[in-house]
């Protein structure tokens, strides 16, 4: 690869599913979102003005009397006959259009895929459905692509014009893709997770997939103290560093060094500071005395009850923090998928292991008498 080369801006229209602009490309893509926006009839509108002055000019995009329709991916039911029609036609074209995209990127690069969701559509009574979500990943799974990561992205203005008064989008997802080796061993480990996405895409398994990527949580969702340990793990993880960057970092993240001791999540001498890990953490920990717990604090502690004492133990420790269960197994999912970019490994397994214990140390905390699982987060 030549890195000097310089950047070209190039503009030409193609349909997604039989495009060839993206052979050996390292590829970044904002899909249509299932049924949210109808842009060809919308473009409609500036088209026919536009067509006027810059039809000589760029012959090729102007070709036609009005903006073209019939491949455009969206789910329209008034275009192709009916809901059921439309989604049809949504998930076979945008199965197409994945799969050539899949087909053709480099093969070195993942393709990231930003995918925007309504908030309000990603809950319903048995727990997380969207159908543009569903219908979306099922495409991507069957195009042949492995989902390595997600990263949440605040990408809209809460203030933007179709944002006033309806529920459409606040933030979007960005789905890092790889193609699926055909063998599809341990493109992760990460439990159900990896089981859900790589597999064939059945609904259920689509299903499970968009809980956990609802349940990833921003940074800045989290506590002021664990978006501290956040920024600091990634970057110094475990080791000792200087006093003065945590103290800037610190007042950055909105807390300070003193609070921090206080919570109980670092080791603060002789002008360093530096993260506790969870086997110095201490085994008589109670959550109903303790007055300052990050979520970090408590998932810590929770690694720690798991290795040292078990599933039961664990279990028991999660149902004194009924509130924080969704807060402490995104960061768990966090914390994973960070070690896993940086090569982490130890740390990694010890945070796959709470997520795949996660469903027993559920269970042991329903029986220890758990006062409910809540949704919300408690921050
Ligand atoms: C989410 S928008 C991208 C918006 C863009 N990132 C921006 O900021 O302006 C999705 C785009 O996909 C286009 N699109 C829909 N069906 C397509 C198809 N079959 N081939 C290529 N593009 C298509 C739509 O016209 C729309 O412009």
Known sequence: MNFRQSGQVVHWQADAQTQTVSAAKVVSTDPPYYDN??????????????????????????????????????ATPYRHGGKLEAEAFFLDGMTQAMHNLAEQAHPAFPVTIYYAFKQSDTQDDSG??????????????????????????????????????????????????????????????????????????????????????????AEDDFD???????????????????????????????????????????????????????????????????????????????IRALNQDGETAAGALLARMPSRTEALRALAYRLYTLCERKGWAEDARAYNELVTAWGAIETEAASAGVVGAQGTFDM
């Not at 793990?233 to 300070?256: I, M, N, P």
């Not at 609070?259 to 920990?285: F, I, K, Q, Y």
Request: aromatic fraction near 10%; charged fraction near 20%; hydrophobic fraction near 45%.
């Open 37 to 74: 926006i109808g842009y060809a009839d919308l473009s409609d509108f500036f088209y026919v003005w536009l067509r006027r002055s810059l039809k000589p000019i760029f012959p090729g995009l102007y070709a036609t009397v009005a903006v073209p329709k019939a491949e455009e991916l969206v």
């Open 224 to 302: 002021h103290d664990t978006q501290f340990c956040l920024a600091w793990f990634e970057h110094q993880g475990w080791a000792t560093a200087k006093f003065g960057e945590a103290d800037v970092l610190a007042r950055a993240k909105g807390t300070s060094v003193g609070g921090l001791v206080e919570a109980g999540v670092v080791d603060s001498t002789a002008g360093n500071l530096r993260l506790l890990r969870w086997a110095e953490l201490p085994r008589d920990w109670n959550p109903d005395t303790d007055t300052r717990t990050p979520i970090w604090e408590a998932l810590h502690h929770l």
């Open 128 to 217: 997380t459905h969207s159908t543009g979500w569903v219908t979306f990943l099922e495409a991507v799974l069957q195009a042949g692509f492995a989902l390595t990561g997600t990263w949440p992205m605040r990408t809209e203005l809460g203030n933007r014009m179709i944002g006033s008064g309806t529920n459409a989008l606040a933030s979007s997802i960005v789905l890092v893709c790889r193609q699926r080796a055909l063998d599809a061993p341990g493109m992760a480990i990460f439990s159900q997770y990896a089981a859900v996405l790589e597999a064939d895409g059945t609904p259920m398994r689509v299903k499970t997939a968009l809980q956990l990527i609802n349940r990833f949580l």
